[in-house]
């Protein structure tokens, strides 16, 4: 059938969705791999990073970074979203926002008392670099992403206490259908427009605190469109036939991408790039596009990806109760690795690749490991 009314049978509340899980794994996994493109050459911020070792490997890792920043944090939103209304509706308000300060506020707490004065340490280990003083200072790093999760969980419950049917889960008549072409198309110019207006004055690159503004449209929309799908149980099966035309469009807007490059000259000057970055030209206009449609068509892609597969894929070597303690600690494990390969005389683009295998088995690993202190379990899951 089309436009998303393909017949599906939605489990029974409380159903764990084990391709959830697997897209979740394989989202932390890209944000492993997203880091340590940056340290090797990649556009981006990180704690450290290295020269390039050649000119091909700038333009490689930033093309996968690129893709990567158009879909994988927003859809950690809709992920997160997803769960909310049935958590919301099992346990109330209070204990609904107070499991959210718990879960989403005490990793940020350790953050900022061991984990980043682990990684000063460590970094003052560089020839050149300033020593060690162990002062305490307020940081977010990549747990930017729990702050905005912890803000947005405790928005929404609130608001659903002012509108409850927002906090219900929708069962029989009441379920939606999924979302056909027409309605994802119509959500894709709106949220492009917006996210164009947003960068003539912030482009990205540009943070406000702990959040890059050139991104917020995406990661706001995605959380709602998460909470949306989640009282109507959407992510349970995304109809076969809408993945596949989407899985299409994906495919002619990635190679879109550096056609655009090419054409703007990037070639002989690669600094061009910095157009579609934001501003009031058309490079910009064009980015927003290319990354609002990559973030709905990827999206709709991993989970269908993971529904499909089931545990037939390499991702079910890692433990989906792992992935985010692994998300939490991948920053210091990447910095003690990417320190001790400092000396290796070997091209970015290998140490990218064995920086991102090796980092991901061990933040699983020290996630795993994390998991068996007193009381972790209760926050890491």
């Not at 309605?183 to 164009?196: D, G, H, P």
């Amino acid at each position: 059938m089309q436009d998303g009314k393909e017949a599906r049978a939605v489990p029974e509340r409380g159903a764990r969705l084990t391709h959830l899980d697997r897209a979740r794994v394989f989202l932390t996994l890209l944000v492993v791999a997203h880091h340590a493109a940056i340290t090797y050459g990649a556009e981006g911020s990180w704690p450290y990073r290295e020269g390039a070792t050649d000119g091909l490997s700038p333009v490689v890792l930033s093309l996968f970074c690129g893709i990567n920043q158009s879909f994988f944090m927003s859809a950690f939103f809709v992920l997160a979203g997803y769960f909310c209304p049935s958590s919301l509706a099992r346990k109330g308000t209070r204990a609904f926002i107070a499991d959210r300060l718990l879960r989403l506020g005490t990793p940020i707490v350790v953050y900022n008392l061991v984990l980043v004065v682990a990684n000063d340490w460590m970094l003052s280990r560089l020839p050149g670099a300033a020593p060690f003083d162990g002062s305490l200072s307020l940081r977010f790093g990549p747990l930017w992403f729990l702050q905005a999760l912890l803000v947005a969980s405790i928005a929404y419950a609130l608001v659903a206490r002012v509108v409850p049917s927002l906090g219900r889960v929708a069962a029989g008549e009441a379920r939606a259908e999924f979302p056909n072409d027409r309605v994802l198309l119509a959500w894709i110019a709106v949220l492009a427009l917006c996210t164009y207006l947003t960068r003539i004055w912030l482009p990205m690159g540009v943070w406000a605190v702990f959040i890059e503004p050139a991104h917020l449209v995406h990661y706001v929309v995605a959380f709602c469109a998460g909470v949306v799908a989640g009282r109507h149980g959407w992510l349970a099966h995304v109809p076969t036939d809408l993945s596949r035309r989407w899985a299409r469009r994906a495919v002619v807007v990635l190679i879109a991408l550096p056609v655009v490059g090419i054409g703007l000259g990037a070639l002989t000057d690669p600094s061009v790039m910095s157009l579609l970055m934001g501003g009031p030209g058309p490079a910009a206009a064009f980015y927003a596009v290319w990354e609002t449609i990559l973030m709905v068509a990827l999206t709709l892609l991993a989970v269908a990806h993971f529904e499909r597969v089931g545990e037939s894929t390499w991702v079910a070597r890692f433990t989906p109760a792992d992935a985010f303690g692994a998300y939490i600690v991948h920053q210091t494990v990447l910095l003690s690795l990417a320190v001790g390969m400092a000396s290796l005389p070997i091209p970015s683009v290998l140490k990218f690749v064995l920086l991102t295998s090796v980092g991901a088995v061990a933040s699983f690993a020290l996630a795993r490991a994390s998991r068996a202190l007193p009381g972790a379990r209760r926050i890491l899951g």
